[in-house]
């Protein structure tokens, strides 16, 4: 029996241990979060969602080259290292999204004339990795400091051949009809960044997005309690 998700309905989100067994769409995949991790880079973070992994690392706000210089707020870069060779298209353009995504909510007016680098290196790709790198950015960017007006976090959906509605759905699970990533922030789960693929209907990008502002609040549980873990023990 197929099953379609509703927006509303209820999304499970384990931390460091594996969930049950997943229904058509009903639930994320488990969560892991470490930070601190690296003593070079000024904050880092490692982000585990289901079996896919991402380290970040950032560092800053420290001095920037004078060509990229912005005399009234911080250079933002990004740099994302694939698993395996070197950086291709589809790394570049997931770099300009993930910038995009943190210029939104960094303070970057607090510290102008200064740059500020992240740095996301793949550790394994087993589906809904944008979505994985836009979390492992955000914790690394908490462990950094670097002064932010929200969280933020990535979702991925994705819609199959009769409508059904995946979230955070596997590398198997992505070779669907459409395949759409949202970034969200804490304060109002407000639409940061968009990507999409495939073919769908207005309806169902609305489906999609209400979707992932309800797994957001989820994600965001998560950061807090992981937060709240780490500090209660220093």
Do not use: W
């Not at 982000?47 to 896919?52: E, K, P, R, S, V």
């Not at 510290?111 to 589906?127: C, E, F």
Request: proline content about 4%; charged content about 20%.
């Amino acid at each position: 029996m197929e099953v379609v998700m509703r927006a509303d309905a209820k999304v499970r989100v384990e931390s460091g241990t594996e969930s049950s067994p997943r229904g058509p769409g009903c639930s994320l995949r488990h969560f892991a979060c470490e930070q601190n991790l690296l003593s070079r880079p000024d904050g880092s973070a490692s982000f585990l969602q289901g079996d896919t992994s991402v380290l970040a690392g950032v560092y800053g706000p420290a001095e920037v080259k004078v060509s990229k210089e912005i005399f009234n707020k911080a250079t933002l870069e990004v740099i994302l290292r694939p698993k395996i060779g070197l950086p291709g298209v589809a790394e570049k353009s997931q770099e300009r999204l993930i910038r995009n995504t943190c210029e939104a909510v960094v303070l970057g007016a607090l510290h102008p004339r200064t740059s500020i680098t992240v740095v996301l290196q793949v550790v394994s790709d087993a589906g809904s990795l944008l979505a994985c790198c836009l979390n492992a950015a955000c914790m690394a960017l908490v462990d950094a400091g670097v002064p932010m007006r929200a969280l933020f976090c990535g979702v991925t959906c994705a819609l199959d051949s009769d409508g059904n509605l995946l979230l955070d759905p596997t590398a198997k699970q992505e070779k669907a009809r459409a395949v759409l990533t949202f970034a969200l922030d804490s304060v109002e789960q407000k639409l940061l960044m968009s990507t999409t693929k495939g073919l769908y209907s207005d309806a169902e990008l609305q489906q999609c997005l209400a979707a992932a502002q309800a797994a957001s609040q989820h994600i965001f549980r998560f950061y807090r309690e992981s937060l709240q873990r780490r500090y209660s023990k220093s």
